[in-house]
């Protein structure tokens, strides 16, 4: 048993890391990066540190897709085909995804200042006036806080319109958890079977190779988490809303509960979780995949909120560790 903390340092091509920490958390973040976090690490009862966030790999470092979380900005996950339609017009974005959409916001191969920074937090803000070739049409100012108290990691986000005309708007954080929680450096299973997994929305969207194709509803039955299970196997790529107000989800691994508390901006969730690997995804979102879609199509509960000049979208969300996992199980 060890109560050292694993050693931290630069990743190969990331630009400066920096760490924040408390008794229970160390969180590396690359404001070089998109602001994105290299890793998130807790130290269980037994004293051992582990990796709850998905670590970078240094060949990954520089890449935001290969870390352990990152935010989406101004828009969460997809944009179809990377066609923006607002107010009766439409602007093509670049087309980033393998799908050929916009994917994952325009902030996330931007490097964004950092503003404040203690021991235990670092706040970054970018102003998009400053830039040249933002893949949106509007300038906009993001600022993201990361804030560490005992065992809560607290994530702040705002989008404030810095533009002379009203645009749609949202944002998410692409946070992936590890299957299983071995120690750090230790290499982790791809066919653990992942946590015991809660969480308690009433609705989602019909969904087709990541896109939604019909509205929110029940559950499809193997993305429906109200009752806890191990997620196992299965394949995820669902998003998920009407979340029961206050409610946590809830994430139960063998050596301690992480618990994810979203605030009320935050109405939808992904969960996303490929076939072999080891990590899955539980994204906080504002908005619902394809958004601006949507809204333009006149759907309701999208999430999507105008920004009039000088107006700001603001959320936050918290990843809270406790001891008192729950033992592996399968549910028949």
């Known amino acids: 048993m060890t109560t050292d903390a ?15 920490a408390s008794d229970v958390w160390q969180v590396d973040v690359l404001p070089g990066t998109g602001a994105a976090l290299a890793a998130g690490r807790v130290r ?8 709850l966030l998905r670590p970078t790999h240094p ?7 290969k870390t352990s979380s990152w935010p989406m900005v101004p828009w969460a996950n997809r944009i179809s085909g990377g066609l923006l339609r607002f107010g009766g017009r439409s602007w093509q974005l670049q087309r980033n995804g393998a799908d050929l959409s916009a994917i994952h916001g325009a902030t996330r191969n931007v490097a964004w200042p950092v503003v404040e920074r203690t021991a235990g937090a670092v706040a970054l803000e970018l102003d998009t006036r400053a ?26 986000t705002s989008l404030r319109n810095v533009a002379d005309e009203a645009f749609p708007a949202g944002f998410g954080h692409h946070p992936y958890f590890r299957r299983a929680l071995v120690p750090v450096g230790a290499t982790p299973p791809t066919r653990a079977p992942g946590p015991v997994l809660e969480i308690p929305a009433r609705r989602g969207w019909r969904m087709h190779d990541g896109l939604v194709r019909g509205p929110a509803r029940e559950p499809r039955a193997v993305a429906d988490f109200r009752t806890p299970r191990e997620v196992g196997g299965v394949v995820l790529d669902d998003v998920l809303t009407d ?21 009320a901006t935050y109405t939808h969730l992904v969960v996303y979780s490929p076939r072999g690997r080891s990590y899955l995804a539980v994204e906080p979102q504002t908005q619902v ?10 759907a309701a509960d999208t999430g999507t909120v105008v920004l009039a000049p000088g107006e700001e979208l603001a959320g936050r969300f918290s990843i809270t560790v406790a001891p008192g996992g729950i033992a592996p199980f399968t549910q028949s």
């Open 6 to 20: 694993p050693a931290v340092g630069l990743l190969d091509g990331a630009g400066d890391l920096l760490t924040i």
């Open 44 to 51: 269980t009862d037994d004293g051992v540190w582990r990796d």
């Open 59 to 65: 060949r990954g470092a520089g890449n935001p897709e």
């Open 131 to 156: 830039l040249v070739g933002v893949n949106f049409p509007w300038h906009f100012v993001a600022r993201v806080e990361y804030r560490l108290d005992g065992a809560e990691l607290a994530v702040s």
């Open 243 to 263: 979340l029961e107000p206050g409610a946590p989800v809830r994430l139960r691994y063998p050596e301690l509960t992480a618990e994810l508390r979203l605030d």
């Open 289 to 298: 995949t394809d958004a601006y879609a949507l809204f333009a199509e006149g």
